[in-house]
């Protein structure tokens, strides 16, 4: 990236630093919700939401980590501890029998089926009902603006 490297003047600093804090405060509140009203993680959630959106509830690992736009580690760990609590389960890829597919288990589908309503009323109560319409709105057109940046400048992971 060109140009000379400056610092952050007193209001993108005080931008940058807000924005931080919401992202960090709001995971904390979300993910101790979470652990209260059902027992899973924030972590736990996203994998278990994702795997109940897809066909038959399993998808490939590299198609899973894609998705979570996590790193290989991070969610070979993570499944790796929602297995022994029988949340999800590891099955060899029929396509290719060097992959891995991971499945929803009867007990993670109860669980994020316990768990959406509570943490969408949690969501709504902490982030949407503190924002008016047209803060929601800049919000999601900032969001977009800053994702596709991101998908310019850094482009995701080749397969």
């Not at 000379?4 to 979300?30: G, H, P, Y």
């Not at 066909?55 to 996590?70: F, N, V």
């Not at 993570?78 to 929803?104: F, H, K, N, S, Y």
């Not at 509570?118 to 009902?129: G, I, Y």
């Amino acid at each position: 990236m060109g140009g000379s490297v400056t610092r952050l003047d007193e209001r993108e600093q005080q931008v940058w630093r807000t924005f931080r804090r919401m992202r960090d405060q709001l995971a904390l509140a979300l993910n101790q919700s979470l652990q209260q009203d059902s027992g899973i993680s924030e972590p736990d959630f996203e994998v278990l939401a994702a795997l109940e959106e897809a066909p038959e509830h399993a998808l490939r690992a590299r198609t899973l980590r894609q998705e979570l736009q996590w790193e290989k580690s991070r969610l070979a760990h993570q499944i790796r501890r929602m297995e022994q609590r029988g949340l999800v389960a590891r099955d060899e890829c029929p396509e290719d029998g060097r992959a891995a597919t991971v499945r929803l288990t009867d007990a993670g589908l109860a669980a994020i089926r316990a768990a959406t309503a509570a943490h969408a009323a949690r969501v709504r109560e902490l982030f949407l009902d503190a924002l008016t319409p047209a803060q929601l709105d800049a919000l999601h057109e900032a969001g977009t603006a800053v994702l596709a940046r991101l998908h310019q400048n850094c482009p995701a992971e080749a397969p």
